[in-house]
């Protein structure tokens, strides 16, 4: 299986402040990689899928970024409704599909 | 909108079978090239991909799971289920169904359900 590891683990941030969140595979998975935002009681929502590009209706202070081994999730001015669990997933050819064990985003 | 909505068990005793149905509302289970796809989340393990399925009927599953996951298709009521056999506590676990879309070949999952909390317990 591939493992996917996020640092780090938890942060602490203010509105305003500019998030950066690290994955990085066990192998190459080329740009397969997505991130996922995820508030308590909810289901995950998708972010960003193949490394970079934004899903419908996500804003434009969340991108991504990297390819093979290393990517990175960036939130430019953290957002009050930013505040939750960011996960990364790869989707590189053979299953599993495994996820980070998450980077939770918490208020400073 | 399209929305996806598990329902089942929400206790189940150890050895026994979870079974669990994921209805599609909105549109229809068969339109575009998606799999259905099940994962959980639980404390211990995080988030796990269980499995997926297409409307045609082919599966792949996560090999840790393989010999006690079983899912299908029912086109005609617009689910998709799961059954895990021989369940212990570790199965213990959030189930979430998703759609598992695809852009060029770019796969991801776009759509959730809201996720169905099973225990396992006596």
């Known amino acids: 299986d591939i493992q996917m590891t996020q640092s780090p683990s938890s942060l602490s941030a203010s509105v305003g402040d500019r998030v950066t969140i690290t994955c990085r595979a066990s192998?190459?998975?080329?740009?397969?990689l997505n991130w996922y935002q995820q508030t308590p009681g909810r289901a995950p929502k998708l972010l960003i899928y193949?490394?970079?590009t934004l899903q419908s209706g996500v804003p434009s202070r969340f991108s991504g970024s990297g390819s093979g081994t290393d990517f990175t999730l960036t939130i430019s001015s953290l957002q009050p409704e930013d505040f939750a669990t960011y996960y990364c997933?790869?989707?590189?050819?053979?299953?599993?599909?495994?996820f980070g064990q998450g980077t939770k985003v918490e208020i400073k | 909108q399209v929305e996806l909505q598990e329902s089942g068990p929400g206790l189940v005793k150890p050895s026994q079978t979870l079974s669990l149905t994921c209805t599609v509302s909105?549109?229809?289970?068969?339109?575009?090239?998606?799999?259905w796809s099940w994962i959980r989340q639980s404390a211990g393990k995080g988030l796990e991909w269980i499995g997926h399925?297409?409307?045609?009927?082919?599966?792949n599953y996560n090999p840790s799971l393989k010999s006690r996951v079983t899912i299908s298709v029912d086109t005609s009521k617009n689910q998709f289920s799961l059954k895990l056999t021989s369940v212990t506590a570790p199965d213990t676990a959030v189930y979430f169904c998703?759609?598992?879309?695809?852009?060029?070949?770019?796969?991801?999952?776009?759509?959730w359900g809201r996720g169905t909390l099973v225990t396992v317990s006596s």
């Open positions: 192998q190459s998975i080329s740009y397969y």
């Open positions: 193949a490394a970079s």
């Open positions: 998703a759609r598992d879309s695809n852009n060029w070949s770019s796969y991801y999952f776009d759509l």
């Open positions: 399925i297409d409307t045609s009927g082919s599966t």
């Open positions: 909105g549109g229809s289970i068969s339109s575009g090239s998606y799999y």
């Open positions: 997933q790869q989707r590189y050819a053979i299953p599993p599909y495994t």
